[in-house]
Each structure stands twice: as structure tokens, then as C-alpha cells.
């Protein structure tokens, strides 16, 4: 009887360990907490850009490569810092502005979030190692409680590089990982990079022979006033437009700038693009400057999401943000 009774007081005690630290609703609560040491995983990142580009692959979708940009480590260590698991910050900025902030604004670029949690004190080894593969796999296949926007921006043929970040908190009770990944279109090399400066946006350089520049736009949002409670992220609304490819036509519904919006095919095929052009911010918010150009390649792909039709031939090739 005695043995019995220790038997089933084991089993009592384990049920209500699992009960205080797996089904507690309680533990759904992230405390902010000190974060472990770690070293970046540089063979983890490789194993899940040649996954990612199988996935791409098999869709018919061009590869990417690897590239370092600031804002994807900087975003990952912010999460785990803050607990905030939002594509805005606490301020809520929206991430076009760290990106201008830590890489310049040169580039269309896509931001990414996945989190992984355990509640449990003995399964802290379950995040403290990294797994880029693991994150890819998600976004791209079980994305369906985000409409399936982030696989839709893993596979786009617009995003020719990617780059990833991550970090974890743990306090010896709770803990989570956080993935970054920004999908990258690097398709022109800068002369005179995007700036704001002055009352006055300027740009000069030249984009590939692919992607024909034919809309400048600038769209302006206010700071997002409960960053917790977006699960994407939004450029806000279109603020001014210029049509750059062909003359006397104009966007519908936004005002069109003044000033030099030069786009010509030189002898090697490249466009040349030449911007210079003022903007008053008028009021506080973020203003995202874009170049939108058309993909000539007519590649053919299959978005799921519910605008993903919107993206099919349409490349994000600059994006700066700068806020009032």
C-alpha cells in the first residue's frame, strides 16, 4: 500500500508540474529577463539559405543569397530584449525605419518574425541553439494564421538576398527565441544613394536591365499607437506619386512632385534613375520613399496570400524611410 500510494504521489506531483509550467495560461506571459550568451550560427544561416533556395527551386523561383544587414540582428536582440513580439517597435515605428536607420534605405526589403517559446524549466535547450532551417520551414509551410504573407515573401523572385538574425532570452523558468528574416531586393547599384535632406529627396544610380523603374511613391503612417497588437505591418497611405515610365501619365488619387525624375536605358541595359525632387513632411509619422519597377523577366509563381496577386511582376527595388 505504501508503495502504491508513493507511486501515485509522483504522479500527482509530476501532473501538477506539467499543469504550473505547460498549461498555465499564465505562462503565456513572456517576462523580460537577461539573455544568454550566444555566438551567431554562420553554418546554421548557409544550411537554411540552400533550404530556402530548394523551396524556391521547386517552384520555379530563382535563388538568393546570403547577405549581412544590420537591422536583422539589431531587430532579433530588440525582441528578446523586449518581449515585444511585433514588426513595430515600442515608439511604433515600423521596421522600413530601422532599416533606413542601420542599412541606409537602398534596397526593397520585407521583414519576417517567428517566435519559438517553452514554458517548461527543463526544456531550455530547446531554443538555445539556433536553427535558421527550422524558422525557413514555418514561414514558408505553416503560415496559415498570417494568411500566408511570410511564405509569400520568402518565394518571391522580386528578393534576390536574405538576411537573418536571431537571439533568446532565458530566465530560468520561461524563455523564447526570436527569428529574424529579411528578404532583400538588391537590383541597383547606387551613385548617389537615397537621402532626405533639407526639404529635398535625391537618388541617383543605375538598376539592373530586369527591373525597369516605373513608380516613385512616397506613403506616409503615423506611429502605430498599440505596437503589441499588429500581427503585419503597413507603409501607410499613398502620400505622393510620379509615374517615371511613361510621360504626361499620372497615379490616381495622390499628388505628384515636382522636380527631375530621369529614367533612361543606357548601352549596357541598365536604367538609369535620377531623382530630385522636394517633400515637405507636414505632420509626425514615418514618410517611406519607394521606387517600383517592373520585372521583365516574367517569371511565373503562385502567391496564397490574399493580396499576394498584387506582387506578380512588381519588384520594391528602393525603400527609405526618414520621420518627423
Known amino acids: 500500500m505504501g508503495r502504491a500510494l508513493a507511486a501515485l504521489g509522483a504522479v500527482v506531483f509530476l501532473f501538477l508540474l506539467v499543469y504550473l509550467y505547460v498549461d498555465n495560461p499564465e505562462t503565456f506571459r513572456l517576462p523580460v529577463a537577461q539573455k544568454v550568451p550566444e555566438a551567431e550560427n554562420d553554418v546554421s544561416k ?123 532570452f532565458w530566465n530560468g523558468t520561461y524563455g523564447a527565441r526570436y527569428y529574424v528574416v529579411y528578404m532583400v531586393a538588391k537590383w541597383v547599384e547606387w551613385v548617389s544613394p537615397p537621402r532626405y535632406k533639407g526639404g529635398r529627396f535625391t537618388a541617383e544610380g543605375y538598376a539592373a536591365p530586369t527591373m525597369k523603374p516605373k513608380i516613385f511613391a512616397v506613403y506616409y503612417a503615423s506611429y502605430e499607437s498599440n505596437p503589441a497588437s499588429r500581427q503585419s505591418y503597413s507603409y501607410g497611405d499613398l502620400y505622393l506619386c510620379k509615374v517615371l515610365d511613361t510621360p504626361f501619365a499620372k497615379c490616381k488619387d495622390a499628388q505628384e512632385p515636382a522636380g527631375v525624375f530621369t529614367v533612361e536605358k543606357t548601352q549596357d541595359g541598365r536604367w538609369r534613375i535620377k531623382i530630385d525632387t522636394s517633400v515637405d513632411l507636414d505632420k509626425p509619422g514615418l514618410y517611406t520613399f519607394m521606387i517600383i519597377a517592373e520585372d521583365l523577366r516574367g517569371l511565373k509563381w503562385s502567391p496564397l496570400s490574399l493580396w499576394g496577386h498584387a506582387r506578380v511582376g512588381k519588384c520594391r527595388i528602393m525603400l527609405c524611410t526618414v520621420a518627423k
Request: overall charge negative; hydrophobic content about 35%.
Open 46 to 168: 548557409l544550411q537554411a539559405v540552400k533550404y530556402l533556395n530548394r523551396i524556391r527551386g521547386e517552384q520555379g523561383i530563382p535563388p538568393v543569397q546570403l547577405i549581412d544587414l544590420n537591422v536583422a540582428e539589431a531587430r532579433a536582440k530588440y525582441l528578446s530584449r523586449t518581449n515585444l513580439f511585433s514588426h513595430y517597435d515600442a515608439e511604433g515605428r515600423h521596421p522600413g525605419y530601422w532599416y533606413t536607420q542601420l542599412d541606409g534605405g537602398l534596397y526593397g526589403v520585407e521583414e519576417n518574425l517567428m517566435m519559438r517559446y517553452v514554458k517548461a524549466y527543463w526544456l531550455p535547450m530547446s531554443i538555445a541553439e539556433a536553427n535558421y532551417t527550422d524558422a525557413i520551414h514555418d514561414l514558408v509551410f505553416n503560415d496559415l494564421f498570417s494568411g500566408w504573407g511570410h511564405r509569400d515573401s520568402l518565394l518571391d523572385p522580386c528578393h534576390n538576398y536574405v538576411a537573418m538574425g536571431t537571439s533568446y
